[in-house]
């Protein structure tokens, strides 16, 4: 017998697909259902009690449909904010995605590192206390896009961006005092990672890039070690919370990443 519960990813976006692929990497047999809460997105730019009363409830209607075995909630604003809570509501493995301070501060030479994420994500006091716990000795400047989170969604959807377009979004992050001394960014969004030549192409100086999604892989890896798989690839779904053009134009995205069906919630 063979376990056919999914792994369950979600995001208020396609920012998600940065975590889903090295999972994949990993557990290629894994059913995979990944839900977008399109009808909320961006959370960035939602407030924190609007975020702190979505998700859960959310996770609980996708929990009742789908009885995934482990969810991934693969956005770093619904982790900071809702990811206690989930737990709280939901009797199955849940996994977060926070900012990858720790190895950003093991890696970096000048000290000096960025966090790029969302303007949700960046006033939280979570990324106070990572850089309290492992970074301590760094100087750490945040800035949050909601732009950038807009550009990545435009590119997923076949969309051409503007080069300019990065470079002002990420000014407010190397324009800061300090900011030319940065030689690594963490990108504290999941959006980001997919849009990575880009921001290499419009930083200001070269700067190293690190994100969470290959640890978060590695992580469900260990917590679904000795369950079974079906024998043979299962072809993923795609969830949205609301289901219009511009979710329909991610489908060639989305089959790329193994998800070959759209549907509603």
Request: aromatic share 6%.
């Amino acid at each position: 017998m063979h376990d056919a519960r999914p792994l369950l990813f979600f995001d208020s976006g396609v920012g998600g697909l940065s975590v889903l692929g090295p999972t994949r990497a990993l557990l290629p047999h894994a059913p995979i259902v990944y839900a977008a809460d399109s009808a909320g997105f961006p959370y960035g730019t939602r407030s924190d009690a609007e975020i702190a009363a979505r998700v859960p409830a959310l996770l609980g209607r996708l929990t009742e449909r789908f009885h995934p075995r482990l969810i991934v909630i693969a956005c770093n604003t619904a982790s900071t904010i809702a990811l206690a809570a989930v737990r709280s509501a939901l009797d199955l493995p849940i996994v977060g995605t926070v900012p990858a301070i720790k190895p950003a501060a093991e890696q970096s030479v000048t000290r000096t590192i960025g966090v790029l994420g969302t303007l949700a994500t960046v006033r939280q006091g979570y990324v106070e206390d990572l850089t309290g716990r492992f970074a301590s000795d760094c100087t750490v400047l945040r800035h949050g896009s909601a732009a950038l989170v807009r550009l990545a969604e435009a590119k997923l959807r076949g969309e051409a961006t503007d080069i300019a377009a990065y470079r002002t979004a990420i000014a407010g992050l190397f324009d800061q005092p300090g900011g030319e001394r940065i030689d690594i960014v963490v990108n504290a969004c999941t959006h980001f990672p997919l849009i990575a030549d880009e921001l290499a192409q419009a930083a200001p100086h070269p700067v190293r890039f690190v994100d969470g999604g290959p640890g978060i892989a590695r992580r469900i890896a260990y917590l679904t070690d000795g369950q079974t798989w079906p024998e043979e690839p299962v072809a993923g779904r795609a969830v949205f919370t609301r289901l219009g053009d511009a979710e329909a134009a991610l489908a060639p995205a989305l089959r790329r990443h193994g998800l070959d069906s759209i549907e509603a919630l």
